[in-house]
């Protein structure tokens, strides 16, 4: 049978590898810490979750501290600016939201979509990590599940009041991790993530979080299409 070619070894400490990372390593810097700021907006939106949802804030500006430690230990800077920048559309999407007190369509940004992005980059990302940013980047998926819980459970038990907020919240933010995915394909490529996996992984994470709010194969079916328009 013919051999199947092992895929080249990184090397961490090549200036291309350093490059893209410099990158990667700022959007998770910076989605850490984005969300540590939506957990508090969300803490005073639901004050009744008030202590769990500060419990989770903190829980990402440790997840923060962690990747900022992936990078010095790579002796890469952050380009913290290109981070920013990134996401600034989910940003303004969620500010905007939380002003007019759509709770729904702030947890389908955080707690869906930027959970179930941060779940499938972390998982894809694993076993190509350095061996430092393996063991932070384990520890944090693991985190990242109870996020995403929170969110499925209050959609859930608010599903029939706020479906077709959801609905809206899915078709004008779903389409921006296409985009999202789309700007960093090379810097991931380098860094031994593939876009295919990265967006089958998200697809399954997301589909699966639709389905247990109470929206059906089909819904699910027709919501997910929104995101695969340029993908």
Known sequence: MPQLEA???????????????????????????????????????????????????????????????????????PDMEFAREYFAKLHENFQKAAEQGQIATCLVIQALIIECFAIAAYNIYIPVADPFARKITEGVVKDEYSHLNYGQEWLKAHFEENKAEIEQANRENLPLVWKMLNQVERDAATLGMEKDALVEDFMIAYGEALGEIGFSTRDIMKMSAYGLIGA
Not at 10 to 21: C, G, I, P
């Open 7 to 77: 895929a080249p070894a990184l090397d961490f400490q090549s200036e291309t590898y350093k490059d893209a990372y410099s990158r990667i390593n700022a959007i998770v810097i910076e989605g850490e810490d984005e969300a540590t700021s939506n957990y508090v907006k969300l803490a005073e939106l639901l004050p009744d979750s008030h202590d769990e949802l500060i419990a989770l804030s903190k829980m990402e500006n440790r997840h923060k501290k962690g990747f900022q430690a992936c990078g010095r230990n790579l002796k890469v800077t």
